[in-house]
């Protein structure tokens, strides 16, 4: 009995210290949109980002033509001259862009804005030509006005001023733009063996991937700018059926098709993989605690507390916060026969996983594979990685881009984030202790909505103002 008791009173006073916190922590922020300041410039700067979405740089899985990205390049040393005229281009790289501004200091780490030129197609019935580059009412539409030709518009352009007004480095800079992201081409390994082979090492790799955007989480009523640290993982597995085939007028009791499906329904029904709340989710979820409302507040501000709890629940939730914690698994391609009154002797369904760090791909493998030989399923590795490593918290390259959020974004809320997709950028951490994740363009749900979509656009504003937060960044970090 006294057992009891002591049990509740622990429990009491557990409880009490975190009302206490949840009370304490308690920061009242205005409910605040997205806004975007109208920037004098928007136009100028507008119609060279217009300039590059007219260049068509569509590339297509396995297609490999450097050929192609001249116009680009063209392109970007017309609208960029003295850019081009300052940095050296490095090596041809196959027209992946490598730009270097030497300081004259080589003893400093440089620094090394990054982004691609190419854009994934533009299918579908699109209101504006996507190789247009319109500009009407302050919207910039076409492929690319945000996928990431808005990035490289933004640092070229920032860089451009900055000459202009005489600046000098006093560490190596260097610009790259890879021209086979969407295709996962080689593109950006090849700099970064160029980089490694010179013995070049690198005080920071700002890449895209992550932006300022409306709220990021239920309960958050203002716009955030997630900084991403790291990437998860990505492999692809494919799962096979076979059987004797044969007439659909005599079907099997299950066929393959039916063992594929039962697998994927166990699968998406109760996810195989745990959760676990990496350093970089918890630092964003107790950065958000502050301006939730109480119940939230409560929770996510003593993950002291509460994050075994979380780590138990979130494995059953979808979307966002499912894909936060854990690996995820997609199941994107699913085929059988080619005619309907065929039984398939092969069936087979493709299976995108993204793999959260504390989960390697051996592991994912062995697990999924598990499961799919309970229904007779044969699992081949597609291709895969594990997640990318993760640039530490609180870096100077990290304090430089929040201070510049925070001038020239105030009302903005500024975390870091363990992004969910695949960028360009883990390759450079072979060369880079902090490689980075963000472009400062403040972004609607709408505009994010249209990246890889169709009718992708920006507003011009949203573009022009990334100038300035650039210009600060590079600044901070150019001593
Ligand atoms: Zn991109």
Redesign the pocket.
Known sequence: MILLYLLLAVVLILLLICLIRACVLQKKIPDTPLIRKENPDAMRIAQKLSKMVQVNTVVLPGEDNPQQFEPMIRTLSEQFPLVFQTFRRLDRLDNNLLLKWESGHPEKEGLLFM??MDVVDAAGQWDHDPFGGEIIDDVLWGRGSI??KSGLCGFFEAFEQLIAEGMTPQRDLYLFCSRT??NSGPGAEMAVEYLHRHGIHLEMVLD??CSIGESPMQGIRRPYALIGLGEKGYVNLKFTARSNGGHSSEPPHVSTIGRLSQFIARVEKHSPFRCKMDATTRRMLETFAPEMPFAQRFVYGNLWLFAPILEKVYRYRDGFQGAMLKTTAAFTIIEGAHAANILPDTAYVICNLRLSPHDTVEQVVATMQAIASRYGLETQLMDGRGASEITPLGSVPYQAIEKSIRKHFPEVGVTPYLILGG?DARHFTKVCDNVLRFVPHALTNEEVRT?HGRNEHISIHALANEVPCYKDIILELNR
């Open positions: 982004g691609h996928d990431i992201e969407e895209e991937g960028t990246v």
